[in-house]
């Protein structure tokens, strides 16, 4: 079998993307399930609470329609704080309602197939679980992030991969690229995953469960996102 370690990348892997500062993370907010009722209240509360660089709308159930209807107010409120907007898995949502990006499962398409649709500015994040292949794989496929996880339990999927933090040392010593967390992370658990070199963290839960609402969750996630 192949050692992941010894795969290798095309040679423009490390010249297409924009080096990271990784002096500091960054927290990256994913919706809940439903983002309807009170919600937009609830991310203005969280995104005015302290640095946030991306909001992901992950809707499940929904036709296109209802979605973009949803998306909307949401998109408005992170343009106006210079937050990215992400969609979670569709592309043609992404481009229909003018999303920063997709962040792209592995069963929802190729990241060259997202960049021809959303243009050379887009950012394409893939997901990959806890494979360093699927990781380079999704580089060279021109991805601006690769995500990781889940490193916790969640109750927001079902988990079926388990990476340990060391896979997050060995991506940022080696690559430009940035990488996320994900899975589970809490203000008291997601220290490990920034000292190990993650450059963002991508927080449900964590944040619209917080016994003290959103704002406080922010509040107190950027206690440990320094580096």
């Given at each position: 079998?192949?050692?992941?370690?010894?795969?290798?990348?095309?040679?423009?892997?490390?010249?297409?993307?924009?080096?990271?500062?990784?002096?500091?993370?960054?927290?990256?907010?994913?919706?809940?399930?439903?983002?309807?009722?009170?919600?937009?209240?609830?991310?203005?509360?969280?995104?005015?609470?302290?640095?946030?660089?991306?909001?992901?709308?992950?809707?499940?159930?929904?036709?296109?329609?209802?979605?973009?209807?949803?998306?909307?107010?949401?998109?408005?409120?992170?343009?106006?704080?210079?937050?990215?907007?992400?969609?979670?898995?569709?592309?043609?949502?992404?481009?229909?309602?003018?999303?920063?990006g997709v962040h792209l499962g592995q069963q929802d398409g190729d990241p060259r197939e997202a960049r021809a649709l959303l243009g050379p500015t887009a950012q394409i994040g893939v997901t990959c679980h806890d494979s360093r292949h699927l990781a380079m794989e999704a580089g060279d496929a021109g991805a601006d992030?690769?995500?990781?996880?889940?490193?916790?339990?969640?109750?927001?999927?079902?988990?079926?991969?388990?990476?340990?933090?060391?896979?997050?040392?060995?991506?940022?010593?080696?690559?430009?690229?940035?990488?996320?967390?994900?899975?589970?992370?809490?203000?008291?658990?997601?220290?490990?995953?920034?000292?190990?070199?993650?450059?963002?963290?991508?927080?449900?839960?964590?944040?619209?469960?917080?016994?003290?609402?959103?704002?406080?969750?922010?509040?107190?996630?950027?206690?440990?996102?320094?580096?």
């Amino acid at each position: 079998m192949e050692d992941e370690d010894d795969l290798t990348l095309d040679p423009g892997f490390a010249t297409r993307f924009e080096p990271v500062d990784r002096g500091s993370c960054q927290l990256y907010l994913i919706s809940p399930p439903d983002v309807g009722g009170d919600f937009a209240e609830r991310l203005k509360a969280a995104l005015d609470a302290g640095p946030v660089a991306a909001f992901q709308f992950r809707v499940k159930g929904v036709d296109q329609h209802e979605a973009a209807r949803l998306a909307e107010p949401l998109r408005a409120l992170c343009a106006e704080r210079d937050v990215a907007f992400v969609v979670n898995d569709d592309m043609s949502l992404a481009k229909r309602i003018g999303a920063d990006g997709v962040h792209l499962g592995q069963q929802d398409g190729d990241p060259r197939e997202a960049r021809a649709l959303l243009g050379p500015t887009a950012q394409i994040g893939v997901t990959c679980h806890d494979s360093r292949h699927l990781a380079m794989e999704a580089g060279d496929a021109g991805a601006d992030y690769v995500a990781f996880g889940s490193f916790f339990p969640t109750s927001t999927k079902e988990v079926r991969h388990r990476p340990e933090p060391s896979i997050l040392s060995w991506w940022s010593r080696l690559f430009e690229l940035p990488c996320v967390a994900i899975g589970g992370i809490t203000p008291d658990n997601g220290r490990v995953l920034v000292e190990a070199g993650a450059d963002f963290l991508a927080v449900c839960g964590g944040v619209w469960n917080h016994p003290d609402g959103p704002a406080a969750a922010v509040r107190a996630f950027q206690g440990i996102l320094a580096r």
